[in-house]
């Protein structure tokens, strides 16, 4: 049975590549919220970045993501939105995810960059329903 009032901080982004600066944010977000963990979810098809030139496949983007947390033992990789097709919106994944863990927290963690176009993704009012937002 799942542990109920569980906190967990999401860590989305293409990841393509992960680096030092997403690792100590989720570092910090961890520390500073008591979260018990930190899922980092590597975004399936985000719309706002549909041409990336070289861009990294998504087995690539995951396996990099995996070596990247695999000594922290509170980060977690979270495949959530690999998907082969469609468009994957931040609002349906945390829908989803509290559907499927009842009881768990959820702390969507983005940076100032993110926050300063947040108005512009799809249905923000669900994503701050669906998580508290912390932002760096």
């Known amino acids: 049975m799942e542990k109920t009032n ?6 989305g982004g293409t990841f393509d590549p992960i680096h ?3 690792l100590i ?3 910090a977000a961890y520390e500073q919220f008591g979260l018990d963990e930190v899922w980092f ?5 985000p719309p706002h970045k549909r041409n990336r030139a ?3 496949k998504d087995a690539q983007r995951v396996e990099m993501v995996r070596r990247a947390i695999a000594s922290n033992p509170h980060f977690v990789l979270c ?4 998907k082969d097709e469609g468009y994957t919106y931040s609002y ?3 829908e989803a995810m509290r559907k499927e863990h009842p009881g768990t927290e959820f702390y969507f963690i983005i940076g ?4 300063f176009y947040f108005d512009e993704w799809k249905n923000p009012e669900r994503i701050c329903a669906a998580a508290k937002i912390l932002v760096a």
């Open 6 to 11: 569980r906190k967990i901080g999401i860590m």
């Open 20 to 22: 030092i600066g997403h």
């Open 25 to 27: 944010l989720g570092e």
């Open 41 to 45: 979810l590597p975004a399936g098809n």
């Open 54 to 56: 070289g861009r990294a």
């Open 79 to 82: 495949t959530k939105e690999m």
């Open 92 to 94: 349906r994944t945390l």
């Open 112 to 115: 100032a960059d993110s926050l």
